[in-house]
């Protein structure tokens, strides 16, 4: 080994800094807002100029009558001379755009909005607070009918600002915090892939939180209901803003798009995964349909996520129409027509152009992360496939089965197991087509210690000595209802099945790094977005941390590494032939490829 990349330095990387205690004087005073506090505070106040007013422009009088106005529906501004553009002064714009908005509404939701605009100024009208006050005292059922979610947000802030009462301050103020931190968080979550109705998984990174706090027990925690009912009870004091603060958690309470929401839901499936365990299963039922198949009646197909040249989609379509796959579901990534028109041309292959019109139809905003696109797919497939299908695989365009036929190994599963797992056997890298594959330890039954024979230098930093993914991909059973399917497994009723089987002689070529130009090519995207991201929670560095280290040691560290681990060399296959975790398959993708389609374009 070079004397760049020293065994030493391997076992105590430079990596990350060690625990800090939790009160740590030497964290960072870079603050999030560029000149600090001071900068903040000119924003804010820089918005809070008053109103300018033309002659004759006023806020109507404090003894305006209020029933009369909501009795009065607002018209079109711009058919009306006092109200239509040009505009003469910022008073004059603000009517014109409330009254644009609210058309349709009662006049009193015009007064309620310039009051509120009003009232957000440092200098105001001296009537302004006394005027809200009296809107929501006389005329508050009415304005919880005419004004939407938004407009009552805006008032409950205008009562913590302008609040005549201790109750209508605290209470109005506690829910502007409240409310405002929910569109901040909720707007951030958009940039995940799920929609406001979606929870996450229950899988979570290990990290504290800011601000030395203690993280929600999903199953114990309690702060979710403590802030809505101290709410609640703190608003019964005042009987003007009472009404206004229990119809917004009311409504809050019953959207099934909140954290609030989504909370409950993995609360739910948190206490169903403890019930699971404490009974030892999760058992998803296998339909009566599916339960006498055999080798001649048993129907499988594959489902893929691909953002491939059409070369690399029909070889890996051509290898498994011809391993005996009744359907491929084919998802083009990046759409294409040509294509999708020279695949569709095969009986058995099914494709889905994911573009604009197919998210759309979906009623879903196409996911920034392709996990959570291939998951979608996946899932959408199997759920629709129930009629064709016995079974439906989730692989990859650079994964292709082989071993034990495929259709004889699934019919030998179980009748009641919902989920068949194949395990991955890595393809060891060459200038031409990779023909020996290597396993883990584990696939293997070798101890964890021996893997630093296989790999001398790196065997203890990289689980199995795997690049990608050790877990393999899965079949599912079809027709099984609340099923999701995912990139390594299969939940039901949102918790990982526990019926289910690795069939015996059945495994998935990974051709994860070819060749040498093929691992380069790919490592900066698998780094920031793909599968060497840095979030193992392994005692092994993992792919993240290790690719880290050995760039910041130079590229003939990293070439060493590919050698060790990678690259397909004699004495690499004989150590892992020695403990068994040696396989060697010829795919002659060409042939199968012509046999299948004929010349490619």
Same mark, same amino acid.
């Not at 603060?245 to 499936?269: E, G, K, N, P, V």
């Not at 029909?314 to 695949?343: K, M, Q, V, Y």
């Given at each position: 080994?070079?004397? =760049?990349?020293?065994?030493?330095?391997?076992?105590?990387?430079?990596?990350?800094?060690?625990? @800090?205690? =939790?009160? $740590?004087?030497?964290?960072?005073?870079?603050?999030?807002?560029?000149?600090?506090?001071?900068?903040?505070?000119?924003?804010?106040?820089?918005?809070?100029?008053?109103?300018?007013?033309?002659?004759?422009?006023?806020?109507?009088?404090?003894?305006?009558?209020?029933?009369?106005?909501?009795?009065?529906?607002?018209?079109?501004?711009?058919?009306?001379?006092?109200?239509?553009?040009?505009?003469?002064?910022?008073?004059?714009?603000? $009517?014109?755009?409330?009254?644009?908005?609210?058309?349709?509404?009662?006049?009193?939701?015009?007064?309620?909005?310039?009051?509120?605009?009003?009232?957000?100024?440092?200098?105001?009208?001296?009537?302004?607070?006394?005027?809200?006050? =009296?809107?929501?005292?006389?005329?508050?059922?009415?304005?919880?009918?005419?004004?939407?979610?938004?407009?009552?947000?805006?008032?409950?802030?205008?009562?913590?600002?302008?609040?005549?009462?201790?109750?209508?301050?605290?209470?109005?103020?506690?829910?502007?915090?409240?409310?405002?931190?929910?569109?901040?968080?909720?707007?951030?979550?958009?940039? %995940?892939?799920?929609?406001?109705?979606?929870?996450?998984?229950?899988?979570?990174?290990?990290?504290?939180?800011?601000?030395?706090?203690?993280?929600?027990?999903?199953?114990?925690?309690?702060?979710?209901?403590?802030?809505?009912?101290?709410?609640?009870?703190?608003?019964?004091?005042?009987?003007?803003?009472?009404?206004?603060?229990?119809?917004?958690?009311?409504?809050?309470?019953?959207?099934?798009?909140?954290?609030? @929401?989504?909370?409950?839901?993995?609360?739910? @499936?948190?206490?169903?995964?403890?019930?699971?365990?404490?009974?030892?299963?999760?058992?998803?039922?296998?339909?009566?349909?599916?339960?006498?198949?055999?080798?001649?009646?048993?129907?499988?197909?594959?489902?893929?996520?691909?953002?491939?040249?059409?070369?690399?989609?029909?070889?890996?379509?051509?290898?498994?129409?011809?391993?005996?796959?009744?359907?491929?579901?084919?998802?083009?990534?990046? &759409?294409?027509?040509?294509?999708?028109?020279?695949?569709?041309?095969?009986?058995?292959?099914?494709?889905?152009?994911?573009?604009?019109?197919?998210? %759309?139809?979906?009623?879903?905003? =196409?996911?920034?992360?392709?996990?959570?696109?291939?998951?979608?797919?996946?899932?959408?497939?199997?759920?629709?496939?129930?009629?064709?299908?016995?079974?439906?695989?989730?692989?990859?365009?650079?994964? *292709?089965? *082989?071993?034990?036929?495929?259709?004889?190994?699934?019919?030998?599963?179980?009748?009641?197991?919902?989920?068949?797992?194949? &395990?991955?056997?890595?393809?060891?890298?060459?200038? /031409?087509?990779?023909?020996?594959?290597?396993?883990?330890?584990?696939?293997?039954?070798?101890?964890?210690?021996?893997?630093?024979?296989?790999?001398?230098?790196?065997?203890?930093?990289?689980?199995?000595?795997?690049?990608?993914?050790?877990?393999?991909?899965?079949?599912?059973?079809?027709?099984?209802?609340?099923?999701?399917?995912?990139?390594? /497994?299969?939940?039901?009723?949102?918790?990982?099945?526990?019926?289910?089987?690795?069939?015996?002689?059945?495994?998935?070529?990974?051709?994860?790094? &070819? %060749?040498?130009?093929? *691992?380069?090519?790919?490592?900066?995207?698998?780094?920031?977005?793909?599968?060497?991201?840095? @979030?193992?929670?392994?005692?092994?560095?993992?792919? /993240?941390?290790?690719?880290?280290?050995?760039?910041?040691?130079?590229?003939?560290?990293?070439?060493?590494?590919?050698?060790?681990?990678?690259?397909?060399?004699?004495?690499?296959?004989?150590?892992?032939?020695?403990?068994?975790?040696?396989?060697?398959?010829? *795919?002659?993708?060409?042939?199968?490829?012509?046999?299948?389609?004929?010349?490619?374009?």
């Amino acid at each position: 080994m070079s004397a =760049r990349v020293k065994r030493a330095q391997l076992d105590h990387p430079p990596l990350a800094p060690a625990a @800090r205690p =939790r009160h $740590c004087s030497a964290m960072s005073r870079t603050p999030t807002y560029k000149g600090g506090i001071a900068a903040v505070l000119a924003q804010y106040e820089g918005r809070r100029d008053a109103f300018s007013y033309a002659k004759g422009e006023a806020l109507p009088p404090l003894d305006t009558d209020l029933a009369a106005l909501s009795h009065a529906t607002v018209a079109d501004p711009d058919t009306d001379p006092a109200f239509k553009p040009p505009f003469r002064s910022s008073f004059h714009r603000k $009517c014109h755009a409330l009254r644009s908005e609210l058309q349709g509404n009662s006049e009193l939701t015009v007064l309620h909005g310039l009051l509120i605009a009003h009232l957000r100024k440092r200098t105001f009208p001296d009537h302004a607070p006394a005027l809200f006050q =009296r809107l929501w005292a006389e005329q508050g059922d009415h304005l919880l009918t005419q004004l939407d979610q938004r407009w009552l947000v805006s008032a409950i802030t205008t009562f913590g600002d302008h609040g005549t009462t201790t109750t209508q301050r605290s209470v109005g103020l506690a829910l502007t915090t409240f409310f405002g931190m929910m569109k901040l968080y909720e707007s951030e979550r958009l940039h %995940s892939g799920l929609t406001p109705d979606k929870p996450y998984t229950l899988d979570k990174v290990r990290a504290p939180l800011p601000m030395e706090m203690d993280a929600y027990s999903l199953t114990n925690g309690g702060l979710d209901v403590n802030m809505i009912g101290r709410l609640w009870q703190e608003a019964e004091d005042d009987p003007v803003i009472a009404p206004l603060a229990h119809h917004l958690l009311d409504l809050l309470i019953h959207d099934d798009r909140t954290l609030f @929401r989504r909370l409950m839901t993995m609360r739910a @499936r948190k206490q169903r995964q403890i019930d699971a365990k404490a009974h030892g299963a999760n058992i998803a039922p296998v339909p009566a349909d599916r339960l006498n198949l055999s080798k001649d009646t048993l129907r499988w197909g594959l489902v893929s996520t691909i953002k491939a040249p059409l070369p690399a989609i029909a070889r890996w379509a051509a290898h498994h129409i011809d391993a005996g796959a009744h359907a491929l579901h084919i998802h083009l990534d990046e &759409p294409d027509a040509a294509t999708a028109a020279f695949l569709s041309r095969h009986p058995k292959i099914h494709v889905t152009q994911c573009d604009d019109a197919y998210w %759309s139809a979906q009623k879903k905003r =196409r996911m920034d992360q392709h996990q959570l696109r291939q998951a979608f797919n996946a899932t959408r497939t199997l759920h629709r496939v129930t009629e064709d299908l016995d079974w439906l695989g989730h692989i990859d365009v650079d994964e *292709f089965l *082989f071993g034990t036929p495929i259709t004889p190994a699934l019919a030998s599963v179980q009748p009641a197991i919902a989920m068949a797992r194949v &395990p991955p056997a890595e393809a060891l890298a060459t200038d /031409g087509t990779p023909t020996h594959f290597k396993l883990t330890h584990k696939q293997a039954e070798v101890k964890k210690s021996l893997l630093q024979e296989v790999y001398p230098t790196f065997g203890l930093h990289l689980y199995g000595g795997f690049l990608s993914h050790t877990a393999g991909k899965v079949f599912a059973r079809t027709g099984i209802p609340d099923t999701r399917l995912g990139i390594h /497994g299969l939940k039901y009723a949102g918790e990982d099945v526990t019926n289910r089987a690795k069939p015996a002689g059945l495994y998935l070529a990974h051709f994860h790094a &070819p %060749s040498w130009e093929h *691992f380069r090519a790919h490592l900066d995207f698998r780094r920031e977005r793909g599968s060497y991201r840095a @979030r193992s929670e392994r005692p092994e560095l993992g792919q /993240g941390e290790l690719f880290t280290f050995l760039l910041g040691e130079g590229e003939d560290a990293l070439r060493e590494f590919f050698d060790e681990v990678v690259a397909d060399s004699p004495k690499l296959r004989a150590r892992l032939d020695a403990h068994g975790m040696l396989l060697t398959h010829d *795919f002659d993708f060409d042939a199968t490829t012509r046999r299948v389609f004929g010349e490619l374009p």
